[in-house]
């Protein structure tokens, strides 16, 4: 049975330094046949602003899923992960750590945080692609996700 929530638009935020992966990742998602917004945020702090709706991010929706690649300028992955699941707002928001990192370290640590998965990117584009449409498929497609908090 489908998902309710793809009868409406899913929020992404994007946490992605790399231009290039970012870009590939909203082609991805934007061929999916989920409706979807995709913001991006190219470092910590920024994604930190935009999730507590802060300064020019006062009026941004709460996403449904976040992407947060660990090796970020001015704050870090896992910086932000503690944040975000440190907050009693926002920690039910899933986050998918998707990040060049294949470190035991950064993968026992982001589940410490409670990341929610934990994916390496792939260096080849078709296998990139393939990743992320497996990510749009379950989290959008098998997974109940919590409601948004008002």
Known sequence: MANLRN???IEILLVEDS?????????TFNESKILNHIYVAEDGVEALDFLFR????KDVPRPDLILLDLNLPKKNGR???????GDPELQTIPVVVLTTSAA????????QLHANCYITKPVD????TKIVKLISDFWFAAV???PPSV
């Open 19 to 27: 231009p290039s992966d970012a870009e590939l990742t909203i082609e």
């Open 79 to 85: 910086e932000v992960l503690a944040e975000i699941k």
């Open 54 to 57: 802060r300064g020019k991010y």
């Open 125 to 128: 584009f078709e296998q990139f």
């Open 104 to 111: 035991e370290e950064d993968i026992l640590r982001s589940y």
């Open 144 to 146: 109940r996700l919590p």
């Open 7 to 9: 009868l409406s638009v």
